[in-house]
């Protein structure tokens, strides 16, 4: 793998066992993951979200008007959200629930995502292991789980604090370059702490409700030991499907929360009315906490 001494500690280390590995192209996983869930939906989404992939398949194309064209979905008008890494799957449905409080003729909102590693290589040391995964999902007026409560933020401050170089080279030789892993480790980590703090009891705070009302916390596959400092920042265990889903699947960028979301409902762990908590960050760098309530 060509890993120097740290990159082979960090692989060691950071409770990834498994990861997937997909022959399709992120444009591709992204069109066959919405064509899968378009003939189950019972009308068009009026609109259609994608949240872009690392780096799309060609320059100057639409993946999102070419995920549509897969799914067959001739009335959606479809666009791409860009610019926040993985916490794109968290803005792109706290969009989604605005979009259709504007508009009370919009009935749903379609999203989709799909996750490849940049280059070859799939380990980003000292970040996670990248995996191969696609999601669509619907924000659905009436639907089940209820968003209730939403926050994003993002600090330009660690904008290129990873890049590829991409001009450089062929894909195949394409490196995420970290221009400081102390400041990732440190700096970045002190700002997730306070923002992701300060959001959580921001959006406890929009609907009145309290930490103990938290039926299950939710955040994205980074390493394990993300999830140790995460639960002692918030004083509440990250549920175990999202420990579950990073050995087996390792790091799926914005599909993270997606999966380990569907998961949690799946798991009837939250009963109807119970809050289920998801965090989201990325180090470009952007925060989400979003509560979802189950019905």
């Known amino acids: 793998m060509g890993l120097d001494r740290d990159g082979r500690d960090f692989l ?6 498994t990861v997937g590995v997909l022959d399709e192209t992120s444009g591709e996983l992204a069109a066959r993951s919405l064509a899968e869930l378009a003939p189950t939906l019972p009308a068009e989404p009026d609109l259609l979200i994608l949240v872009a992939a690392r780096a799309p398949d060609l320059l100057l194309s639409s993946e999102a008007t070419r995920a549509q064209a897969a799914a067959g979905l001739a009335g959606t008008a479809a666009f791409t959200l860009d610019g926040l890494g993985c916490t794109g799957s968290s803005g792109a449905w706290g969009l989604a629930a605005d979009l259709l409080r504007a508009d009370p003729r919009r009935t749903s909102v379609g999203i989709v995502h799909a996750s490849r590693p940049t280059g070859a290589g799939r380990v980003r040391s000292p970040v996670s292991i990248n995996g191969d995964g696609a999601f669509a999902m619907t924000v659905q007026r009436g639907g089940s789980p209820v968003l209730r409560a939403h926050r994003l933020q993002t600090d330009g401050a660690f904008h290129d604090l990873f890049h590829v ?3 450089q080279g ?13 400041r990732y480790r440190f700096e970045l980590a002190l700002h997730s702490r306070e923002r992701l703090g ?10 009145e409700r309290k930490p103990s009302d938290v039926a299950a916390v939710v955040m994205q596959n980074v390493t394990a030991g993300a999830y140790d400092f995460y639960e002692a920042l918030l004083g509440m265990p990250i549920h175990p499907a999202c420990r579950d889903n990073l050995v087996r699947y390792g790091h799926l960028g914005a599909m993270d929360v997606v999966l380990n979301l569907r ?10 009315g119970g809050l289920i908590l998801v965090l989201n960050n990325s180090p470009v760098a952007a925060w989400a906490a979003t509560l979802w309530e189950v019905r």
């Open 165 to 167: 170089d991409y001009k």
């Open 12 to 17: 060691a280390n950071c409770g990834i066992r």
């Open 263 to 272: 998961d949690v409902l799946d798991s009837g762990d939250v009963d109807p």
């Open 170 to 182: 062929p894909w195949y030789e394409w490196q995420e370059e970290c221009a400081s892993p102390d």
């Open 198 to 207: 300060s959001l959580v009891r921001d959006v406890l705070d929009d609907i």
